[in-house]
């Protein structure tokens, strides 16, 4: 499963990409989202492994999408990533003596899964080219 900040580094090299048929070499895309090109290649290489991305070998190689930013989701970014839900559930196992205790796990999944929808149905609704315009209009 990756990190919960690959999200965010996911759509920022994303919308990156999609400023360029050709694509970027990772040490650009790096400098853009200001991390280490050795970590964010690890980034970039879960989006490849999931179809999102490419690369190209040699000396002017790089990492370009593989369809039209206009086609890609939030949410399928989200999804492909691995990630938990938003809201974890507790790693303690509740005292079933206690009123609470008996139901808040059943309650707090209810909950999480709400959330994780709402989350979702947001995501659908914006693409990389989206973000990009967005982000160049700021």
């Given at each position: ?8 580094m ?15 070499p990772?040490?650009?895309?790096a400098?853009?989202v200001?991390t ?9 290489k879960?989006l490849?492994?999931?179809g ?5 070998e040699?000396?002017e ?15 399928e970014?989200?999804e ?19 009123p ?5 796990t ?32 700021k």
């Amino acid at each position: 499963m990756a990190a919960a900040g690959w999200f965010a580094m996911s759509v920022h090299s994303l919308a990156l990409l999609s400023q360029s048929k050709d694509g970027f070499p990772s040490s650009y895309i790096a400098g853009s989202v200001n991390t280490n090109a050795v970590f964010l290649r690890r980034v970039l290489k879960k989006l490849v492994e999931v179809g999102l991305i490419e690369t190209k070998e040699g000396r002017e190689g790089g990492y370009r999408l593989t369809r039209p930013a206009e086609q890609i989701t939030l949410a399928e970014i989200y999804e492909s990533l691995g990630l938990d839900k938003a809201l974890a559930l507790s790693p303690a196992e509740p005292n079933a003596a206690c009123p609470v205790g008996a139901g808040i796990t059943s309650v707090m999944e209810q909950v999480s899964e709400e959330a994780h929808e709402a989350m979702m149905a947001s995501l659908r609704n914006y693409t990389i080219a989206q973000v990009a315009r967005m982000a160049v209009t700021k």
